[in-house]
């Protein structure tokens, strides 16, 4: 019933229904992307400066711990529906016109642990890791490449450690990478290539490939799975873009400004 929003070095706790704020919850660094637990009981922060990600229980909206990852500057973040198994990598998305950052790394922990039980297990990432996705059993974990073109596969071993896998490749600058839970699918949204594929992440294959008309800066995937909302600013010819993820056929609806984010309704309606 609450959501938890961000801004510079706080965090804002929500009640939906009635839009109140119950609580700031004051972080002493910048917050730049937040990461819920299927459970709703615990949420990680990624807190760059810091080089750490912040764990929050939502029971009574408080930091309980933070996890420093090295001297990295740590961004994108998911989690596992178990909430034993989380990754975080180092990318970014540059502005407009920059080149991607060429290094990179990915770090494998567990939230429920201490800070101090922490394995910290780092995997190089080189091409600019800027989204994970978490399968809901937590075995397997995907990192997109945005400097690369490529889905990097990560197999969780008993140990706590990952195993870096054959890459999959995808459209031009993959940004966004999320789960279709029917049929063990990924949907990538890519940006320069003007964009989506979706991929059968049992094979390891992308099975179809949806070209669109513009850069694709933002997407959504509605509750069920059946349907994609996707962002497409284009000076003149702005559109948001409905794609049936069951026949793949794409509605267009113009717009008369550049859209830059799209969120669905958690019914899917709106």
């Known amino acids: 019933t609450n959501t938890v929003n961000t801004s510079g070095a706080g965090r804002y706790v929500i009640d939906a229904a009635s839009t109140h704020l119950l609580k700031t919850i004051e972080m002493g660094e910048n917050v730049t992307e937040i990461s819920v637990g299927a459970s709703g009981r615990r949420v990680l922060a990624s807190i760059p400066t810091a080089h750490s990600v912040a764990v929050i229980a939502t029971e009574y909206h408080a930091e309980i711990e933070r996890i420093q990852f090295g001297d990295d500057a740590v961004g994108p973040v998911g989690i596992d529906d178990s909430g034993k198994r989380a990754l975080v990598t180092t990318g970014t998305v540059p502005l407009a016109g920059l080149r991607d950052p060429q290094g990179g790394a990915a770090y494998a922990f567990d939230p429920g642990r201490f800070a ?36 990097i596969p990560l197999e969780w071993l008993p140990s706590g450690a990952v195993r870096r896998k054959d890459a999959i490749r995808t459209c031009r600058e993959p ?42 800066v933002d997407m ?9 909302v996707v962002a497409l ?28 984010r799209v969120r669905l309704a958690p019914n899917g309606n709106t």
């Open 233 to 260: 600013p284009d000076e003149g010819n702005s559109a948001i873009a409905l794609i049936n993820l069951e026949t793949y056929d794409v509605k267009m609806l113009p717009v008369s400004s550049e859209p830059t």
């Open 175 to 216: 940004e966004q990478i999320e789960l279709l839970r029917r049929g063990r699918r990924a949907l990538v949204r890519c940006n320069e290539g003007r964009s989506l594929d979706v991929v059968d992440l049992a094979a390891g294959l992308v099975i179809q490939h949806i070209p669109l008309n513009a850069r694709a």
């Open 116 to 151: 101090s039980e922490q394995d910290r297990v780092r995997t190089s990432m080189l091409g600019n890791p800027v989204s994970v996705l978490m399968t809901p059993d937590g075995e397997t974990s995907y990192v997109l490449l945005r400097a690369d073109d490529k889905i």
């Open 220 to 228: 959504a995937v509605s509750p069920d799975g059946e349907q994609a």
